[in-house]
């Protein structure tokens, strides 16, 4: 078993924590059998999730494949002890920003438990001739999976001495590069998004402008591909009387809305999107406020979330699709969180929606942020017509390319320090900036 720390590039995308760093890292588990078969995991960056994936080693090495619910026992108890009570999924760099303790927080036992179980059902399922999908809930439900455009504001990174790429071209490639900035640029990037992928679904991350500005920037989208679902996701940020004037009578233009608001005056998250819920008759979506059975447990009593997105990485692969069975018994709709990412996360997340029975929500992936300039595996899944066609490969399907692997390492050696520092970035567009939950990060005039 190895444990390999990697880096990639970024765009400078604007969230309420500030703005996306030229970097982001990832952690990756290989495990290599005694056929010589080679399994993969990939899960966020972050010294701690890399220092328990370390000590999970001896406790893998030597197991039988066949026992590979045994083995992830094992290093559920190990790790559990020292492993932190879940906290709501911002972004690492939120938590960082918030808590300065990088190495400290951000580590939950789901996502040690997740990369070392990708690696293992990645081997299993090469052991049986079965892609991964098949080995999940109730096996393969479906032949491709629906993936969102995750639009971002960007920042210009023109503005800054950082080594962001400098985007040329008006295509994707070009344009997830420059300054957007208004609902037009941001309409131009969903216009650009389709042409290369074919998305029919669309997401804005929000809490940089104020909340009417969001929505505005959601009706632009909308204007521009009438058939298509469009959220917003201010991860929090606005008040529940700013949601709820921002969003109400907005129908024709939300499909959902994502974590509109979050906990204020005594209660708790949940408690607040019910009440948004219900004030605005809006489907809702989270991965802050229902991110753990107990969590999830509540959410439903209240009648909160629509749309839990239980992304693998924090509740394990097993995990994910035991929930989207239940969201399918109980009447809600699955969908998946994402986070900066690579290539295996990509296959994690296409088997997991696989293997989610009835209709799903198209999911977020961050992908096409680093489409093109980056990649492990010698042949990426690819979003066609805003898809990815579910591989009949056993396994992942993927296969690990050693040589980009090395040269994400040796990346993640050089930029591991400054990585997903979202504050730092932001303070090159607005000096002395610092994180305010309950502030846009750009519009505070
Ligand atoms: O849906 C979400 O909240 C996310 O995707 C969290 C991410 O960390 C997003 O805010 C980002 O990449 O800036
Ligand atoms: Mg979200």
């Known amino acids: 078993m190895r444990v390999i720390p990697v880096a990639g590039r970024d765009s400078m995308l604007l969230n309420l924590c500030g703005a996306h760093a030229p970097f982001f890292t990832r952690n990756l588990v290989l495990l290599t059998d005694n056929a010589g078969h080679v399994g993969i995991g990939e899960v966020p960056g972050g010294e701690g999730i890399l220092k328990a994936l370390e000590r999970a080693i001896s406790l893998v090495v030597g197991t039988e494949l066949g026992r590979w619910q045994r083995t992830l026992n094992a290093v559920r108890a190990a790790c559990g002890g020292r492993c932190g009570a879940p906290q709501h999924q911002v972004t690492n760099a939120a938590e960082e920003s918030v808590l300065r303790q990088p190495h400290e927080i951000n580590l939950r036992l789901e996502n040690v438990i997740a990369a070392v179980e990708a690696a293992l059902l990645d081997l299993f399922g090469q052991y049986l001739g079965v892609p991964v999908c098949e080995l999940l809930g109730n096996g393969r439900q479906r032949d491709s999976v629906p993936m969102l455009a995750y639009l971002f504001y960007v920042g210009d990174a023109a503005r800054t001495d950082l080594p962001y790429d400098a985007g040329t071209g008006d295509d994707w490639y070009g344009l997830r590069d420059r300054e957007a900035l208004t609902p037009q640029a941001i309409a131009c990037l969903a216009d650009a998004a389709v042409d290369r992928y074919g998305f029919r679904d669309f997401k804005l991350k929000g809490g940089v402008m104020a909340p009417e500005q969001e929505v505005e920037a959601a009706a632009a989208i909308k204007r521009h591909h009438p058939n298509g679902n469009v959220t917003v996701d201010p991860n929090g940020a606005w008040s529940l009387a700013q949601a709820v004037a921002a969003c109400k009578g907005q129908g024709h233009v939300l499909a959902y809305a994502e974590d509109p608001c979050g906990p204020e005056q005594g209660y708790s998250g949940r408690e607040i999107i019910a009440e948004f819920r219900r004030a605005t008759g809006i489907r809702t979506a989270t991965n802050m406020v229902a991110t753990d059975w107990r969590q999830m447990a509540h959410s439903y009593l209240l009648g909160a979330v629509d749309i839990p997105l239980a992304d693998p990485h924090?509740?394990?692969?097993?995990?994910?699709?035991?929930?989207?069975?239940?969201?399918?018994?109980?009447?809600?709709?699955?969908?998946?969180?994402?986070?900066?990412?690579?290539?295996?996360?990509?296959?994690?997340?296409?088997?997991?929606?696989?293997?989610?029975?009835?209709?799903?929500?198209?999911i977020d992936t961050h992908w096409i942020w680093q489409e093109g300039r980056a990649r492990l595996t010698t042949e990426p899944p690819r979003i066609v017509r805003g898809k990815v066609a579910v591989s009949d490969r056993p396994g992942l399907g993927v296969e690990p390319d050693m040589a980009e692997i090395a040269a994400a390492h040796a990346l993640y050696k050089k930029v591991a320090a400054g990585a997903r520092d979202d504050a730092m970035a932001m303070r090159y567009l607005v000096p002395g900036w610092t994180y305010d939950p309950k502030m846009p990060s750009l519009a505070r005039g």
């Open 314 to 362: 924090f509740w394990t692969m097993q995990g994910s699709v035991r929930l989207a069975q239940l969201c399918h018994d109980w009447g809600l709709t699955w969908g998946s969180h994402s986070n900066n990412h690579f290539d295996v996360s990509l296959a994690m997340f296409t088997h997991c929606a696989a293997a989610a029975p009835g209709d799903i929500t198209a």
